[in-house]
Nanobody
Framework: QVHLVESGGGLVQPGGSLRLSCAAS????????MSWFRQAPGKEREFVAA????????DYADDVKGRFTISRDDAKNAVYLQMNSLKPEDTAVYYC???????????????????WGQGTQVTVSS
């Protein structure tokens, strides 16, 4: 398994930006499909974004498409989530996840991933 640690969360005003980071360590960061999920209070965990092992394909939930960008830096064993035009409904704990060779619809399914971080809180409020 891969050990994941998220950082970069915080309080931001609506319309603002945050960049989340996920640092990976342990056994082989590559190849791993990396993703971000989030869970708001009283709601189920939901898919946010994913990036494949080569970084050539990204998938986004409809409500973040065009506002969020997922990227990876394999030299640093890290994955990032740039979040722009943040809305109050983006408030949640954001989790980084890693899995092996996940493709298609399985990218959006939490059960596909075998390593998870502890989460970082993002609060969007004025």
């Amino acid at each position: 398994q891969v050990h994941l640690v998220e950082s970069g969360g915080g309080l931001v005003q609506p319309g603002g930006s945050l960049r989340l980071s996920c640092a990976a360590s342990g056994r082989t960061f590559i190849p791993n499909t990396m993703s971000w999920f989030r869970q708001a209070p009283g709601k189920e965990r939901e898919f946010v974004a994913a990036i494949t092992e080569t970084g050539t394909y990204q998938d986004y939930a409809d409500d973040v498409k065009g506002r969020f960008t997922i990227s990876r830096d394999d030299a640093k064993n890290a994955v990032y989530l740039q979040m722009n035009s943040l809305k109050p409904e983006d408030t949640a704990v954001y989790y980084c996840a890693a899995g092996v060779w996940i493709q298609g619809n399985r990218l959006r399914y939490g059960g596909s991933y075998n390593s998870w971080g502890q989460g970082t809180q993002v609060t969007v409020s004025s």
